[in-house]
């Protein structure tokens, strides 16, 4: 299981084929979960990748054991969402 952290806001959530499913918009430490635009548009890639925005009603909920990794830009799972 990988622990999330407000560092991960902003990056690409890739499938196990590195297939892009989204941008991690926030992640709520306590319940280690990541909440994740599906199709964000440019302007919202932007804020989000600057480490600004919230999740809203849209949004995907990861939780960490789903995430196989995590690097400088993306969290990958190792499964279909």
């Known amino acids: 299981m990988s622990v999330l952290s407000t560092e991960d806001e902003g990056k690409y959530l890739m499938d196990i084929e590195a297939e892009q499913i989204g941008i991690v918009t926030e992640v709520d430490t306590e319940a280690q979960v990541a909440y994740v635009e599906p199709d964000p548009d440019l302007g919202e890639a932007i804020v989000q990748g600057f480490g600004f925005g919230d ?17 400088d830009t993306e969290l990958r799972v190792a499964k279909d969402l």
């Open 55 to 71: 999740a809203d009603e849209d949004d995907i909920e990861v939780p960490a054991e789903s995430v196989e990794t995590i690097t």
